[in-house]
């Protein structure tokens, strides 16, 4: 479903990304592992044209993405929850809901994803008239992740989900995030929490200094010691 091949991108005249490469196969769950600083979000941004690209190539669906923008990938069934959520707080859970409805195809089918996404959160039914910006920080993270799927994506990138949300709701948000994946949709995560992320995902890429230096199933890279010395502070 998609592949990066040494992609490399530039911020302006800092390098971020030298030479990543990984692939997400249809309906798995893949994570991209790294410390802060090791291109994770870049490369979101990049799958998704934020970012242009200074070599390699992102491919989708067997096509290569050249000068791709956020539109297009949204629009080929590919939707990014950015870290941070990046919500319109004066705007009611359901104006917010509705944005990640803007393309053509998904405003047809608006009412019956809106019902999905309120099926998935209930609490968002509750509160779809209340100002995204007065909900708790994993109320917001439900917002973010149901506005993305108003867009009905094959592929789902979720940067970051789970900061800033109490424990008690990571567990509703992972449990949503495995009734979507049953679905057949495809997931990337990137995640700090290293642990919680294995337990997710069915294999990593490891990234580090903008480059990517290992990848593995989550018993491969948990019996790594390259990865458990660096990344889970194991001796």
Known sequence: ???????????????????????????ERVGLLGANGAGKSTTMGAIVGLYPLAAGAVIHGGETLRAHTTAVTVARGVTLVPE?????????????L????????????????????????????????????????????????????????RLLLLDEPFIG???????????ALNRIARTGVTMLLVEQNIHRALDFVERAYVLENGRTVLAGDRDALLNDPTFSNKFLGLE
């Open 84 to 96: 941070g959520r990046r919500l319109f707080p004066a705007m009611t859970v359901f104006e917010n």
């Open 165 to 175: 949300v109490a424990p008690r709701l990571v567990e509703e948000i992972i449990e």
């Open 1 to 27: 479903m998609l592949e990066l091949k040494n992609v490399a991108v530039d911020h302006g005249k800092l390098r971020a990304l030298w030479d990543v490469s990984l692939r997400v196969g249809e309906g």
């Open 98 to 153: 509705a944005m990640g409805a803007y393309s053509r195809g998904a405003r047809d089918t608006l009412d019956q994803s809106l019902a999905n996404v309120f099926a998935l959160f209930p609490i968002l039914k509750q509160k779809h008239k209340q100002n995204a910006g007065e909900l708790s920080g994993g109320q917001q993270q439900m917002v973010a992740i149901g506005r993305a799927l108003m867009s009905n994506p």
